[in-house]
């Protein structure tokens, strides 16, 4: 056989993986979840209660006792506890699992999983949407009924990474989100900064110019600057995406006249193992890890800057 003629090896989905983790800090599934499974959880998530006005506090209740801090699932308030049985579509589909052992290696750690509401304009009350307008962290549960705070809602965020919420710990987890019905541009779809990665942790509110339709410069301080590109993840019933937790990535507002529900986990290497993210890391030129990982709040957890880039993408 001529040198001309030899057939292309294609990669396998773990080696795929790893090297869109590389070059983009992300890795889109081709093969969706099953579809079916997730309509069906989502079935039984909207029985659970309206995701509309009646989620929130009312203004003299709020601000009789504002609490910043705690409002996201947890356990024992987690929604997805009693749904454990029905989630194996996620995390036991075959090519789930692969990708995640290429990445993280034998015997991931699920960090934390939950479901998370974009919630749309009409069901946020309107003294509310006054208070929030600009800022950074749209996350709704401070405004949530207690009751209701086993989801996270949002009214989009902007640019970020999941290191925010983990001061201190080395970058060594990545975030699997799963859309459980058709989300369009409509429906909050999540914005991915392909490539933003590679200039490791960087502390929130993040440097970024746009220079194009599609197109970020991003710069991360002494660490470095990058072109990157704006991915919208849209998709049908059982879409699936996983990013590294340097990859910045916000949503905007929900503009249908429904909510947008996904699943979203946090998912970490095994301790001691190598594995593909050792070679992802390897190629980061800023810091692994932030001692501080925001600046856009008060020690209340109040926002205090107020700016929003996703907005403008
Ligand atoms: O689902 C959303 O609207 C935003 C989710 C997100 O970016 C996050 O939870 O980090």
Same mark, same amino acid.
């Given at each position: 056989?001529?040198?001309?003629?030899?057939?292309?090896?294609?990669?396998?989905?773990?080696?795929?993986?790893?090297?869109?983790?590389?070059?983009?800090?992300?890795?889109?599934?081709?093969?969706?979840?099953?579809? $079916?499974?997730?309509?069906? @959880?989502?079935?039984?998530?909207?029985?659970?209660? #309206?995701? &509309?006005?009646? =989620?929130? %506090?009312? +203004?003299?209740?709020?601000?009789?006792?504002?609490?910043?801090?705690?409002?996201?699932?947890?356990?024992?308030?987690?929604?997805?506890?009693?749904?454990?049985?029905?989630?194996?579509?996620?995390?036991?589909?075959?090519?789930?699992?692969?990708?995640?052992?290429?990445?993280?290696?034998?015997?991931?750690?699920?960090?934390?999983?939950?479901?998370?509401?974009?919630?749309?304009?009409?069901?946020?009350?309107?003294?509310?949407?006054?208070?929030?307008?600009?800022?950074?962290?749209?996350?709704?549960?401070?405004?949530?009924?207690?009751?209701?705070?086993?989801?996270?809602?949002?009214?989009?965020?902007?640019?970020?990474?999941?290191?925010?919420?983990?001061?201190?710990?080395? $970058?060594?987890?990545?975030? @699997?989100?799963?859309?459980?019905?058709?989300?369009? #541009?409509? &429906?909050?779809? =999540?914005? %991915?900064? +392909?490539?933003?990665?590679?200039?490791?942790?960087?502390?929130?509110?993040?440097?970024?110019?746009?220079?194009?339709?599609?197109?970020?410069?991003?710069?991360?301080?002494?660490?470095?600057?990058?072109?990157?590109?704006?991915?919208?993840?849209?998709?049908?019933?059982?879409?699936?995406?996983?990013?590294?937790?340097?990859?910045?990535?916000?949503?905007?507002?929900?503009?249908?006249?429904?909510?947008?529900?996904?699943?979203?986990?946090?998912?970490?290497?095994?301790?001691?193992?190598?594995?593909?993210?050792?070679?992802?890391?390897?190629?980061?030129?800023?810091?692994?890890?932030?001692?501080?990982?925001?600046?856009?709040?008060?020690?209340?957890?109040?926002?205090?800057?107020?700016?929003?880039?996703? @907005?403008?993408?």
């Amino acid at each position: 056989m001529s040198a001309m003629a030899q057939p292309k090896t294609i990669p396998s989905l773990a080696d795929q993986v790893v090297s869109d983790f590389v070059r983009d800090g992300a890795h889109v599934f081709e093969q969706q979840v099953d579809p $079916a499974a997730a309509a069906d @959880l989502l079935t039984q998530i909207r029985g659970l209660r #309206r995701f &509309d006005e009646t =989620l929130f %506090l009312s +203004e003299a209740e709020f601000d009789a006792d504002p609490q910043y801090t705690g409002v996201n699932p947890k356990p024992g308030r987690n929604v997805l506890e009693r749904f454990e049985d029905r989630l194996g579509f996620v995390e036991q589909a075959p090519h789930i699992v692969e990708a995640l052992t290429a990445l993280l290696g034998e015997g991931y750690e699920i960090l934390n999983k939950k479901v998370v509401c974009g919630v749309p304009a009409k069901s946020v009350p309107e003294w509310l949407r006054r208070r929030i307008h600009g800022n950074p962290v749209n996350n709704l549960g401070a405004y949530v009924k207690p009751a209701c705070r086993d989801v996270t809602y949002f009214y989009g965020i902007d640019f970020h990474q999941d290191l925010i919420d983990y001061k201190d710990r080395e $970058a060594d987890f990545l975030t @699997l989100y799963v859309y459980l019905h058709p989300v369009t #541009r409509a &429906d909050a779809p =999540l914005y %991915l900064l +392909e490539g933003s990665h590679r200039l490791g942790g960087s502390v929130f509110p993040h440097d970024l110019t746009r220079t194009a339709d599609d197109a970020w410069l991003y710069r991360n301080g002494p660490h470095g600057e990058a072109g990157v590109r704006q991915r919208i993840l849209t998709g049908g019933t059982g879409f699936a995406a996983m990013w590294h937790a340097c990859t910045l990535h916000g949503t905007q507002p929900d503009a249908a006249d429904h909510e947008r529900i996904s699943l979203r986990y946090l998912i970490a290497r095994s301790a001691a193992k190598r594995s593909g993210m050792d070679a992802v890391n390897a190629t980061l030129s800023g810091p692994l890890s932030l001692s501080d990982t925001r600046k856009d709040l008060d020690a209340a957890g109040a926002a205090v800057i107020r700016q929003n880039t996703v @907005l403008k993408a």
